[in-house]
Each structure stands twice: as structure tokens, then as C-alpha cells.
């Protein structure tokens, strides 16, 4: 993605008529477990295998009937995580920022985080093959390393080499400052060692 431009949801949602607005969300959950029993989990925060080979958060387009950004986003998780999704509920409290890019396409990216205890991001995991979009634009849902192993690159600067749509890698460095789940040092030399910075 080129440069994009960071917006509030007001800024946003005053943009006119010619932007197609998307919402995705960062679903995530307090992991305790140690990877190798040594290495801390920390959290489990969820992200998608897209029908185009990139990684993305679970989301999509708001549709004009939604009546809403947040009601677009649910029905959207609806689609992608299954009937598990539905008693999540993202609401206006949950957004985190908005993006937008002076592309042709003219897409305004917003953006949710939601904490969820472990209990309920594994009934998620365990119930989205039952989604309408597994399979097709959904191809599963992922974890993110959240730790560097020693060598340095294992791990989460690995994860970030990965190809990613749209902004949504920035998303993911955002979102992990924002809700605390990497020191702020360690997410600046990860992204680094990912050789796949902007
Ligand atoms: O995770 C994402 N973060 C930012 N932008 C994203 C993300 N996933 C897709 N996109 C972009 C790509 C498209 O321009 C729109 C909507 O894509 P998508 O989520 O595939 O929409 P539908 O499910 O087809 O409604 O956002």
C-alpha cells in the first residue's frame, strides 16, 4: 500500500460520497501458554489467510443498508467467522483509527480492536469452518507470533515478511502498540528485521 492518511472516525465518515468505506477488526485474547515451554505466548491475536494468498484482518466493505460502520463490520464477521461471531457485538468504543488512501479506488480502512478471554477466541477458532466464506474468501484464521525467538527473525519479524492487503499490516504494528500485547522496542525492531518495512 502507498502512503496512507490517518483519520479520525468523524474525518472519516465526513469524506463524501466518492469513498467506499471497509471496517476490519483485531480480535484478540490473553494466551499464558510458552512456546518450547520457555518462550511466553503472551496473546492470541487473530488474523485471516485471504482467498489471495495475502493475511487480513476478518472484516469487508460496509454496504449502504448496513446503516452503519459497526453494523457492517458484524455482519461482515458474521460472514467470515460464522454464527460464533454474533454475540461479539463490535460497537463504536472498539475503533481504533481510520486510514485512507488517494488511490483510484478511494477506500477508507477502518479499523476495531476487541479483547476477548481465551475461553471465547477458541470457540471462534473451533466454529469458523462453519462460516459462509470458509473456504472461499476465507481460507483460516491465524495466529500472530507475538515473541522473537533468539535468532532474532523467528517469530513475529517472520510473520511481518508475510504479504499483507492493503494497510493492514500497519494495522496489526498499530494495534499491538495501542493495546499494550508488544513493548513499543521490540514491535520497532521487529518490524525492522522483517526486511518488509514501508
Ligand atoms: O485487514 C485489512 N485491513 C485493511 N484493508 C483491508 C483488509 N482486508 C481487506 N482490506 C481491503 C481490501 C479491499 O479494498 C477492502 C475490502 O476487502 P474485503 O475485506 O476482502 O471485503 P469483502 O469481504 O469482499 O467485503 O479492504
Do not use: I
Amino acid at each position: 500500500m502507498g502512503e496512507s492518511r490517518l483519520l479520525s472516525r468523524a474525518e472519516a465518515l465526513e469524506l463524501g460520497p466518492g469513498w467506499r468505506h471497509a471496517c476490519h477488526a483485531l480480535l484478540c485474547a490473553p494466551c499464558p501458554g510458552r512456546l518450547f515451554g520457555r518462550v511466553p505466548l503472551r496473546h492470541a491475536v487473530l488474523m485471516q489467510m485471504r482467498f489471495d494468498g495475502r493475511l487480513g484482518f476478518p472484516g469487508g466493505f460496509v454496504d449502504p443498508q448496513d446503516g452503519s460502520l459497526e453494523a457492517g463490520l458484524n455482519r461482515e464477521l458474521r460472514e467470515e467467522l460464522g454464527p460464533g461471531a454474533a454475540p461479539l457485538s463490535l460497537a463504536e468504543g472498539d475503533y481504533l483509527g481510520a486510514r485512507c488512501e488517494e488511490t483510484p479506488q478511494r477506500l477508507v480502512a477502518h479499523f476495531y480492536a476487541k479483547r476477548l478471554s481465551l475461553e471465547q477466541l477458541r470457540a471462534l477458532e473451533a466454529g469458523a469452518t462453519k462460516a459462509k466464506d470458509h473456504g472461499l474468501e476465507v481460507l483460516g484464521l491465524v495466529r500472530v507470533p507475538l515473541y522473537t525467538l533468539r535468532d532474532g527473525a523467528g517469530g513475529l519479524p517472520t510473520f511481518l515478511s508475510n504479504s499483507f492487503v492493503g494497510c493492514a499490516r500497519e494495522q496489526l504494528l498499530q494495534a499491538l502498540g495501542a493495546l499494550g500485547l508488544v513493548p513499543e522496542a521490540e514491535l520497532r525492531r521487529a518490524d525492522a528485521a522483517s526486511g518488509n518495512g514501508p
